[in-house]
Structures are given as structure tokens and as C-alpha cells.
């Protein structure tokens, strides 16, 4: 891995950001061979989880840096087995670093072609051909309409 992976804002993560995410998302959804699909330490996965940063890249490193507190040095460099503890702990400890974290992680995850497909989805865009969903309870949108029109 090179000494720095560029974000989506020209912001970089430095080496040792890179490997502790990558650990820690491998942690948030391991690979399954049950259902033969990748971790969200995949490469191809990784790379796109990389460039989702963007705007967060702050706050990201800050979640790593809390990680890297717990573990008491670098998140990678603790064995797997206490990966999953401190992972844990960042949850109970950091809750906000702990969701940015793992909602980067999924976002990507259920972007990549090979989980669309085990899925049982089509691996597209929504949009032009659209989703057929089923009927659902249109009351869930009475508090947005309750709040009246917002324009900016």
C-alpha cells in the first residue's frame, strides 16, 4: 500500500489511516463464503470506501484516531482478535466515529457489483428502468407533511 491514499477532496489518509480502515471495515463486513461475497477490505471495495471520504475526511480521522487511542498505537497493529474488542469499544465510547465509520462502509459495500448480484438484485443504476416496490404504509410520511413546505 503506498504511503498515502488520496480522498474524493485531495485530502490524504496516511498509511497507517489506510491500514487500520481497512482492518476495521473488514471487521464491519467480513467476507462470506456462505454467500460468496467479499469483505469491505476488498480491494476494489476498499478503493471505492476511499474515495467516499470526501467532505467526512475529518471526521474520519478523527474516528481513526479515537480507534488508535483505544488500541494504544495503530489499529492494524493489534491482532484480530483484539481488533474486535476495541471495535467494540469504539462503539460503546464513540458512537458517532463508530456510525460515520461503518455508514461509509455500507454505502460502498452495496455499491459493488458482486453483492448486488448475490443479492439477487441487478447490478444498475436505479434509474431509468426504476425498482418495483411493494405497497407501503403511507402514513410514515405524515411527520414530513406535518411540517409544511421548506424552500430554501
Same mark, same amino acid.
Given at each position: !500500500?503506498?504511503?498515502?491514499?488520496?480522498?474524493?477532496? %485531495? *485530502?490524504?489518509?496516511?498509511?497507517?489511516?489506510?491500514?487500520? @480502515?481497512?482492518?476495521?471495515?473488514?471487521?464491519?463486513?467480513?467476507?462470506?463464503?456462505?454467500?460468496?461475497?467479499?469483505?469491505?477490505?476488498?480491494?476494489?471495495?476498499?478503493?471505492?470506501?476511499?474515495?467516499?471520504?470526501?467532505?467526512?475526511?475529518?471526521?474520519?480521522? *478523527?474516528?481513526?484516531?479515537? @480507534?488508535?487511542?483505544?488500541? %494504544?498505537?495503530?489499529?492494524?497493529?493489534?491482532?484480530?482478535?483484539?481488533?474486535?474488542?476495541?471495535?467494540?469499544?469504539?462503539?460503546?465510547?464513540?458512537?458517532?466515529?463508530?456510525? @460515520? @465509520?461503518?455508514?461509509?462502509?455500507?454505502?460502498?459495500?452495496?455499491?459493488?457489483?458482486?453483492? !448486488?448480484?448475490?443479492? %439477487? !438484485?441487478?447490478?444498475?443504476?436505479?434509474?431509468?428502468?426504476?425498482?418495483?416496490?411493494?405497497?407501503?404504509?403511507?402514513?410514515?410520511?405524515?411527520?414530513?407533511?406535518?411540517?409544511?413546505?421548506?424552500?430554501?
Amino acid at each position: !500500500m503506498p504511503n498515502v491514499r488520496l480522498v474524493a477532496t %485531495g *485530502q490524504a489518509l496516511s498509511s497507517d489511516e489506510c491500514r487500520s @480502515l481497512r482492518c476495521l471495515v473488514g471487521i464491519v463486513i467480513p467476507a462470506s463464503a456462505e454467500y460468496d461475497v467479499p469483505g469491505a477490505d476488498d480491494e476494489a471495495i476498499f478503493a471505492d470506501i476511499l474515495s467516499s471520504v470526501g467532505e467526512d475526511s475529518d471526521r474520519v480521522r *478523527q474516528a481513526l484516531r479515537n @480507534l488508535d487511542e483505544l488500541s %494504544g498505537g495503530p489499529f492494524a497493529d493489534v491482532p484480530v482478535d483484539g481488533q474486535r474488542a476495541l471495535a467494540q469499544r469504539l462503539r460503546d465510547e464513540h458512537p458517532a466515529s463508530a456510525k @460515520l @465509520l461503518a455508514e461509509i462502509t455500507v454505502k460502498s459495500y452495496y455499491r459493488d457489483d458482486r453483492v !448486488m448480484r448475490s443479492l %439477487g !438484485m441487478e447490478p444498475r443504476p436505479p434509474f431509468p428502468k426504476g425498482f418495483e416496490l411493494e405497497p407501503g404504509d403511507w402514513s410514515l410520511l405524515d411527520p414530513v407533511r406535518a411540517r409544511g413546505r421548506i424552500y430554501r
